[in-house]
DNA sequence: CTAGGGTTAG
């Protein structure tokens, strides 16, 4: 009886204090003779919001032989906390006493659970494999729950190959081993597999849940799958009457990422339940990246009329706006009033606040900026800077910047490129062949420019020139009627971009095969231009070349097609000659 | 002897 109301006294403490309080009632009312309600009292003291690990730690090194689930609470807090690798250490001290001692003390599948849940934040791969190790011996992987775990461990780790093989031999599975499946491929940029994987439930009568609507949500965002995306996102509605704001916060983000913005600001506006603070932060990003700044503020401000406090996220998100429409000003207050607002800044803050001051030609406060900065610096905020001093012809900036990447042992092609051109616009030939010369010596890094396009239901890629496609001959020779066309439409080569030093014309033939001109090129052959209003949707891994940018200007005004290009960091819209972004980019 | 473990959004 006494036992009873002991557990529900640990249930109903609510404060660190009422906690402690219990504790030392506990022990001088002999409780602790009761290893069950030792262990309730461990783990709240460990694992809940208000609880305290290392109290958790004192009470447990007073217990002569901890069993099973003293150890359990005590690894489960630490799989919680800030340090989640230390569960691991605890896991070891647990195996080595549990083989020196008796029944009472051995790892169970929930030890396993949680040392899992470690490996997953940690991101430690040698232990989820040792503790898959123990559980195949233990004979616990019968266990559908702990699989899954293990599943979720593998592939946060980026181990997909064990991910999907645990997954194949898996005796027992359910919704949510698909699911941890389908969202680890997502994550490991599978998008493809994961829809597939989606696919596969579907067509074997698999019970989907919420969880898996929002992981192949996912994956059409980031494959611009919007055909999947939308016959994804009505089966959910028909499906389930009341709404999941988990589910239609990724219908949010997949309309965004697909470029159909004002469709994500449909969902957006037909919740009828609580919108969460991510529901606002999704809507806030999909205008920035669309280059709807004002859309974006105004929604950044109705979340704080509406009582919620913004979090890191929604700053970002309203920086990224600023960032994309050269809103100075704006975007600076919003940087100020960050920490005011209990939020501080981190590397992406100030990534953006780089950015946007770089862009808007204050290269000498962008620089302040970064030396302001008490955090271990990232290269991406020189390459900012870089890639400002380009725009702005800046020789002195761009040489201080790329001499900062370099130190930073970053060898990518785009940031050589970057400096040879403010030498170039300089008619600094000398220097410019210098750089050419340091990118031979120098184990350059070039990632290779790669775009999608979805056409007829399927998903095709393109890379620079290439000649893979079995359509290629024609994409070519639509190509040369494109240029043809534009010519006469006053079309220039920006044969400036090119870094190479080879002739005119063999630099106009470097650009014209971009990825993102073979996929434009594919899309109006293939997509119906009468077939709804649908526009010629692509997605590049790098950001879009300036050539390309006139290109499409162009094409979106003599073939009367709306463009939309995903490039890296944000939307480009081409219409009727010109483009979403303003030039500004 | 009694509870506790898995998959999800920006």
């Known amino acids: 009886m006494a036992r009873v109301y002991m557990e529900t006294m640990i249930q109903r403490c609510v404060t ?19 290893s069950f309600l030792r262990s309730r009292l461990l783990d709240r003291c460990a694992v809940s919001p208000f609880g305290d690990l290392s109290f958790a730690v004192k009470i447990f090194r007073r217990i002569p032989k901890p069993f099973t689930n003293d150890w359990n609470a005590i690894i489960r807090g630490f799989a919680a906390s800030s340090q989640p690798s230390l569960a691991f250490s605890w896991y070891r001290s647990m195996l080595r006493q549990s083989s020196s001692s008796s029944a009472l003390c051995r790892v169970d599948a929930l030890t396993c659970s949680f040392t899992l849940k470690a490996c997953a934040r940690a991101l430690c791969s040698l232990a989820t494999v040792q503790i898959h190790g123990q559980i195949s011996s233990r004979g616990f992987l019968a266990d559908a729950l702990l699989c899954t775990t293990l599943l979720d461990a593998y592939s946060k780790n980026g181990d997909l190959v064990s991910a999907q093989k645990l997954f194949d031999e898996m005796s027992v599975r359910d919704v949510a081993s698909w699911n941890a499946l389908i969202s680890g491929l997502v994550s490991g940029n ?7 994987l989606y696919k596969r439930m579907e067509v074997e009568g698999i ?15 980031h494959l611009g799958a919007i055909k999947e995306g939308e016959k994804i996102y009505s089966y959910f509605k028909n499906a389930n009457l009341d709404h999941n704001v988990i589910v239609n916060n990724a219908a949010i983000d997949m309309y965004s990422k697909c470029g159909f913005v004002d469709k994500a600001f449909e969902v957006f506006d037909q919740i009828t ?7 606002w932060n999704t809507m806030i990003m999909g205008f920035a990246v669309h280059g709807e700044a004002h859309r974006a503020i105004e929604i950044f401000e109705e979340l704080e009329k509406n009582g919620i406090k913004p979090d890191d996220v929604s700053y970002l998100a309203a920086l990224t706006a600023c960032r994309h429409a050269g809103l100075v000003d704006y975007g ?3 940087f100020n009033n960050m920490a005011r607002n209990g939020v501080e800044p981190n590397m992406k803050h100030y990534g953006c606040v780089v950015d946007l001051l770089g862009r808007a030609g204050k290269l000498r406060e962008a620089y302040d900026i970064i ?18 001093s380009e725009i702005h012809k800046n020789v002195e900036m761009a040489e201080i910047a790329s001499r900062k990447v370099m130190e930073m042992g970053v060898n990518n092609d785009g940031d050589f490129v970057l400096l040879s051109n403010v030498y170039a616009a300089q008619g600094r030939w000398k220097d410019v062949g210098r750089v050419r010369d340091d990118m031979e010596t120098k184990q350059v890094k070039k990632i290779p420019g790669l775009s999608y396009i979805e056409a007829k239901g399927t998903i095709h890629k393109f890379y620079n020139s290439d000649k893979i496609h079995e359509q290629w001959r024609e994409i070519y020779e639509k190509i040369d009627e494109i240029r043809f066309k534009i010519r006469e439409d006053g079309y220039v080569a920006q044969t400036g971009l090119v870094l190479h030093d080879i002739g005119e014309e063999e630099k106009e033939n470097a650009l014209c095969y971009h990825s993102e001109k073979l996929a434009v090129a594919y899309g109006l052959m293939m997509i119906d231009s009468a077939e709804e209003e649908s526009p010629v949707r692509v997605i590049k891994n790098l950001r879009i070349c300036g050539d390309c940018h006139v290109v499409f200007k162009h094409i979106s005004k003599i073939y009367n097609r ?7 960091v944000r939307f480009h819209r081409f219409k009727d000659g010109s483009c979403s972004c303003k030039d500004y980019w």
């Open 190 to 196: 599978r998008a493809n597999e994961a829809l597939d």
């Open 371 to 388: 030396c302001s900065m008490s955090m271990i610096l990232d290269p991406i905020l020189w390459q900012s800077l870089l890639g400002a």
């Open 562 to 568: 709306e463009i939309i290009v995903r490039d890296r």
């Open 273 to 279: 339940g609580k919108k969460s603070v991510v529901t």
């Open 16 to 34: 660190f204090s009422q906690i402690k309080q219990l504790q030392s009632h506990f022990l001088t009312a002999g409780h602790f003779q009761s």
């Open 207 to 221: 019970r989907r849940n919420e969880v898996t609507f929002v992981a192949a949500l996912g994956a059409c965002s």
């Open 332 to 334: 600076t207050s919003v």
